[in-house]
């Protein structure tokens, strides 16, 4: 059974940083991740990947320069380091595996939500003024 074990959301002030991470557990196949976020009332947005097909990781536009994903030694756990981080960043914040290719260019994360098979339970960040 495929599950995906996401930790680390709560509430900061803005400014300040979180860490999340994200754990593929009876993933038979790792192909690319991804971390989503949806705010209330907003579409699920790609917030930025790893592909671990190119050991690489990918960002969203409005995230580059402030959030970074890097993984443990064994290249299981990611994380999504996210720091100066402000109001428009509180969402709940999904990370997302595929274990192969859909579409797109290959080895790249995709940013369409329905490209990925597995999904955590979902991370509340909270920013607060």
């Known amino acids: 059974q495929v599950q995906l074990e996401e930790s680390g959301g709560g509430s900061v002030e803005a400014g300040n940083s979180l860490r999340l991470s994200c754990t593929p557990r009876?993933?038979?196949?790792?192909?690319?991740m991804a971390w989503f976020r949806q705010a209330p009332g907003k579409e699920r947005e790609f917030v930025g990947g790893?592909?671990?097909?190119?050991?690489?990781?990918y960002y969203a536009d409005p995230v580059k320069g402030r959030f970074s994903i890097s993984t443990d030694n064994a290249k299981t756990t990611v994380y999504l380091q996210m720091t100066s981080l402000d109001r428009e960043d509180a969402a709940v914040y999904y990370c997302?595996?595929?274990?192969?290719?859909?579409?797109?260019?290959?080895?790249?994360?995709?940013?369409?939500?329905?490209?990925?098979?597995?999904w955590g339970q979902g991370t509340q960040v909270t920013v607060s003024l």
């Open positions: 009876g993933v038979f196949s790792r192909y690319t």
């Open positions: 997302a595996v595929a274990t192969h290719y859909v579409n797109g260019v290959y080895g790249v994360p995709s940013q369409t939500a329905t490209d990925y098979a597995y």
């Open positions: 790893y592909s671990w097909i190119r050991a690489t990781p």
